[in-house]
């Protein structure tokens, strides 16, 4: 198993570019979810899914969109780039959420500039 | 509003030293309690769950233990290659999202 692969793994984008991040699984995880970590901030969650079709906006939504039409994949997208936006991402799946059991299992990240 | 706090910051020990990182909660109703392990450029790595106050779990040289403010990650006896930043992170009772700190910086010596 490759466990959860994010792409790209490094990205330069200009100010008001858009782009994709991938993230898939292969664990049949039902759970997926999309962070951001910040120097000082510790990881913050922008969204997540509890199954294909289902998704949800956690702490720090604005300006990225989301859609979960497989259990393996789901992409995050920028849709207008600020240097705000200039962050590590993770991307995390768990197999159930149910009773504590929701132990997360990362990416290697995924590293964006926004110039 | 769910917080997680851990401390110190920065810990720097001595190959053998014995040490303790700490993590403080507040959070509506406990779901569980995790510990990660993040090493320099790569995703955070699962350690530990904890459920309820008294609950330890243990793994090589590091024991998590949980009160019901706080938990305490051990490390018995360190090594270098246990330099890595530790994070905790809580789940919330009615709801399905971690809240995770800002880690400890953890470096071993020889």
């Known amino acids: 198993n490759a466990g959860v692969t994010q792409t790209p793994k490094f990205q330069v984008l200009k100010t008001g570019q858009s782009m994709t991040l991938q993230c898939a699984q292969d664990m049949n995880h039902e759970y997926m979810s999309w962070y951001r970590q910040d120097p000082g901030m510790g990881l913050r969650l922008i969204h997540y899914?509890?199954?294909?079709?289902?998704?949800d906006q956690g702490e720090v939504p604005n300006g990225y969109n989301v859609s979960r039409s497989t259990t393996e994949d789901f992409p995050l997208r920028l849709l207008s780039a600020a240097p705000s936006q200039t962050s590590v991402y993770f991307c995390?799946?768990?197999?159930?959420?149910?009773?504590?059991?929701?132990?997360?299992?990362f990416g290697a990240g995924t590293r964006l500039s926004v110039l | 509003e769910d917080q997680v706090t851990q401390s110190p910051e920065a810990l720097r020990l001595q190959e053998g030293e014995s040490s303790s990182l700490n993590c403080s909660y507040t959070v509506s109703g406990l779901r569980g309690l995790f510990w990660y392990r993040q090493d320099p450029g790569k995703g955070p790595e699962f350690l530990f769950t904890?459920?309820?106050a008294g609950e330890e779990k243990e793994k090589e040289r590091l024991k998590a233990t949980l009160t019901k403010k706080e938990s305490f990650l051990h490390i018995t006896a360190p090594k270098p290659e246990d330099s890595a930043t530790y994070l905790c992170a809580v789940e919330p009772g009615g709801g399905n999202k971690l809240t995770f700190g800002t880690g400890t910086q953890l470096k071993v010596e020889l």
């Open positions: 904890l459920y309820s």
């Open positions: 995390a799946s768990s197999y159930s959420i149910a009773g504590g059991k929701n132990i997360q299992y």
């Open positions: 899914s509890v199954g294909a079709g289902i998704t």
